[in-house]
């Protein structure tokens, strides 16, 4: 059965260090992959999304970036966090069968101080 | 400007009652309307909806599609407090990506 893993659960941050989450999936290949942050009491802002290693379409890029550097493994990061960087972050993927169908992830609660 | 736009935002009703929760959206690039549920962390799939006028349901809840109007809306018949989550209603595009709005925060009273 496929499983996906996001971590740390929880990370609290000054503000001006860099930023690594990391996300894996397992059990599937080529899955489409996505990031996505939700701010207390708001709905999930698309960050990133890729359909494939290498492919990556930035929403709301500013100070974060995102790679897939292998086929299910998907990484956000920044060089130095903002404080607007805090929020839950949430990685998602879908099958090459069921593209609409988004399996996430258990989010990381980040807080910049 | 939001292209996903839910109401109500927040939604208090007792046990038993029947909520109706609305989605609109804009046709640009359109392929599907989504529903999915937050109750905690983790948003589940509910439903997905490409034509108008065909409900989709799965026990007490259902969801239509109007691709004239551009709306969708969610139905939750006799609701149990287990029903209490943030309903989110999201836009799959063209290029596989996928837009939600701010979700409707449901509270079921006992």
């Known amino acids: 059965s496929q499983t996906i893993h996001q971590w740390p659960a929880t990370l609290v941050q000054p503000v001006g260090s860099p930023l690594s989450l990391e996300c894996t999936v397992e059990?599937?290949?080529?899955?489409?992959l996505y990031w996505y942050r939700q701010a207390a009491g708001r709905g999930l802002q698309l960050l990133f999304y890729?359909?494939?290693?290498?492919?990556i379409s930035s929403e709301v890029p500013q100070n974060l970036s995102a790679s897939r550097p292998q086929d299910r493994q998907f990484i956000l990061s920044s060089k130095k966090l903002l404080l607007s960087d805090s929020g839950f972050y949430l990685c998602?993927?879908?099958?090459?069968?069921?593209?609409?169908?988004?399996?996430f992830g258990s989010g990381t609660q980040l807080s910049v101080l | 400007e939001d292209k996903v736009v839910q109401s109500p935002l927040s939604l208090v009703v007792h046990e038993g009652d029947t909520v109706t929760l609305n989605c609109s959206y804009e046709?640009?690039?359109?392929?599907?309307l989504l529903w999915y549920k937050q109750e905690k962390k983790a948003p589940t799939f509910l439903f997905m909806l490409?034509?108008?006028?065909i409900e989709k349901k799965s026990g007490r809840l259902s969801s239509i599609l109007d691709k004239k109007e551009l709306f969708s809306i969610l139905n939750i018949t006799a609701t149990q407090t287990g029903d209490s989550a943030v309903y989110l209603c999201?836009?799959?595009?063209?290029?596989?990506?996928?837009?939600f709005g701010k979700g409707t925060r449901l509270h079921i009273l006992p």
């Open positions: 998602a993927w879908s099958d090459r069968d069921w593209h609409e169908k988004l399996f």
């Open positions: 059990g599937t290949s080529n899955p489409n």
């Open positions: 890729s359909v494939g290693i290498g492919q």
């Open positions: 046709v640009t690039n359109f392929r599907s």
């Open positions: 490409t034509s108008s006028g």
């Open positions: 999201a836009e799959f595009l063209s290029g596989d990506k996928i837009i």
